[in-house]
């Protein structure tokens, strides 16, 4: 098997990140229960989930960067149980979540990968009656070009 990209590298990373999130362990949900490198693989009947994306890839914003590193974007998409009088709530929760779990790990990350910086939380679109909440919350790193 051939060495993972540097791309599956950090998003593993995040994932390991993002599996602790358990309410045994302190956190408000068990969205650590099922976190994803494939978001198709999440059902519509799940409970909580986290699917863990590369989004996008530009030129380093360090110029001592530009020759080593990649400045990749990763989404976390997360869907989290709610009922409509909870929703907003519950939105909370998990974006919380998301971001005490991501802090303070930079021990997980090899030597090169910048430590993932948090960017932006956007709420994601459930019809009504969908009895789920979710969030697109985007970090981004510099990762090595190999």
């Known amino acids: 098997m051939a060495n993972p990209s540097p791309r599956q590298v950090l998003r593993e990373k995040v ?4 599996a602790r999130i358990k309410t045994a362990a302190g956190y408000r949900t068990d969205a650590g229960d099922v976190v994803t490198l494939e978001p198709g693989q999440v059902t519509d009947d799940a409970e909580a989930v986290l699917a863990v994306l590369a989004a996008r890839q530009d ?4 110029p001592s960067q530009k020759m080593v590193s990649r400045l990749t974007t990763v989404v976390i998409l ?3 149980p709610a009922q409509i009088d909870e929703a907003q ?3 909370d929760d998990i974006v919380s979540d998301i971001e005490d779990a991501m802090a303070d790990q930079q021990f997980r990350y090899p030597v090169g990968y910048q430590f993932p910086q948090y960017v932006s939380m956007e709420p994601a679109e459930a019809k009504a009656g969908m009895g789920w909440v979710g969030a697109l919350v985007t970090y981004q790193s510099h ?3 190999k």
């Open 89 to 91: 709530a519950r939105l």
């Open 78 to 80: 997360a869907k989290v």
């Open 15 to 18: 994932r390991d990140c993002l």
């Open 59 to 62: 030129r380093p914003t360090e």
């Open 143 to 145: 990762i090595p070009i």
